[in-house]
């Protein structure tokens, strides 16, 4: 791949200059989408190569009457859904109920750490499988039909137990009588 992006031209290829312009333009951003998931530098740079792969598999698709900004923007959503893969697969995204930090953390008002505790108490109030589905949503931004091919559910089973989470946690801040807008 590397040879066919910045060696000599392929004249058999009409789309080999395109691929290789889009490379150049493109690799930077691609790299740093990826990078904003991942938080890794290699791993970012292996996502944004998997994009080009992509391209170089079905250029057609990607370069045939498109304009610079839809090839810029398949190439992003391509590196970012590759980063948020990588990350689901090496279990990156955070499940667990967060850490107790309150003692480490001398320079936080009261405020701040009873916001914390209120929290850590909410998310330890829910099954791993509702942590996962607003961690994917609220964190990576997947949509709910990503969610359900990644929890291997259907779209309306997510819905729904997105919305009993949803109505969870509004109990549970009802029954404590705890307001979250006092901590923003």
């Not at 559910?153 to 979250?180: E, F, G, L």
Request: charged share 30%; proline share 4%; glycine share 2%.
């Amino acid at each position: 791949m590397w040879i066919l992006l910045t060696g000599p031209s392929d004249e058999q290829n009409p789309y080999t200059n395109k691929v290789r312009d889009a490379y150049h333009k493109y690799m930077g951003l691609a790299t740093l989408a990826a990078n904003r998931i991942l938080h890794n530098l290699e791993d970012a740079r292996d996502a944004a190569m998997q994009a080009f792969v992509r391209v170089l598999e079905h250029p057609e698709k990607v370069f045939d009457g498109r304009s610079d900004e839809h090839i810029k923007n398949y190439i992003v959503i391509i590196a970012r859904n590759t980063a948020l893969n990588m990350a689901k697969h090496n279990h990156v995204i955070p499940t667990a109920p967060l850490e107790d930090d309150a003692k480490t953390d001398s320079s936080s008002t009261d405020a701040k750490l009873e916001a914390k505790a209120l929290a850590r108490n909410i998310i330890a109030s829910l099954s791993e499988t509702e942590r996962r589905i607003l961690s994917l949503e609220i964190i990576y931004g997947e949509s709910i039909q990503e969610i359900a091919d990644d929890l291997q559910k259907t779209p309306w089973a997510v819905r729904k137990q997105r919305s009993r989470t949803i109505k969870r946690i509004k109990d549970y801040c009802y029954h404590q009588n705890i307001n979250p807008l006092e901590y923003i």
